[in-house]
């Protein structure tokens, strides 16, 4: 059973930034950062592909977030820079089992953290 535990919650203002951390007890074959704005769905922001490193960005937040792997920490980071208001929301490590894993779909991902809050203020 792959555990994820995310750190790095926090408050900022527009134009600032914050780095949320995600430990995984297990290697799997994707893992991912998801968030959810209140009255929103579920959309993917950044993942890699474990087994080759291959990254994905979404288009809302390529230039700002960085997405990055520490392999022998199982670790993965989001790195948010220049963040705006648009981008509050919870955000959710996931990892995934299963193929067709990148980009990131919530049907796609069967293990999932408990959300870390991040709050953009203008």
């Known amino acids: 059973h792959v555990q994820l535990v995310e750190s790095g919650r926090g408050s900022v203002r527009a134009g600032g930034s914050l780095r949320l951390s995600c430990a995984a007890n297990?290697?799997?074959?994707?893992i991912a950062w998801f968030r959810q704005a209140p009255g929103k769905e579920r959309e993917g922001v950044a993942g890699?592909?474990?087994?080759?490193?291959?990254?994905y960005v979404a288009d809302s937040v390529k230039g700002r977030f960085t997405v990055s792997r520490d392999n022998a920490k199982k670790t993965l980071y989001l790195q948010m820079n220049t963040l705006k208001p648009e981008d509050t929301a919870m955000y959710y490590c996931a990892a995934s089992t299963l193929f067709a894993c990148i980009p990131p779909r919530t049907d796609r991902y069967n293990y999932w953290g408990q959300g870390t809050q991040v709050t953009v203020s203008s």
């Open positions: 890699i592909q474990v087994s080759n490193g291959m990254t």
């Open positions: 297990a290697h799997t074959f994707c």
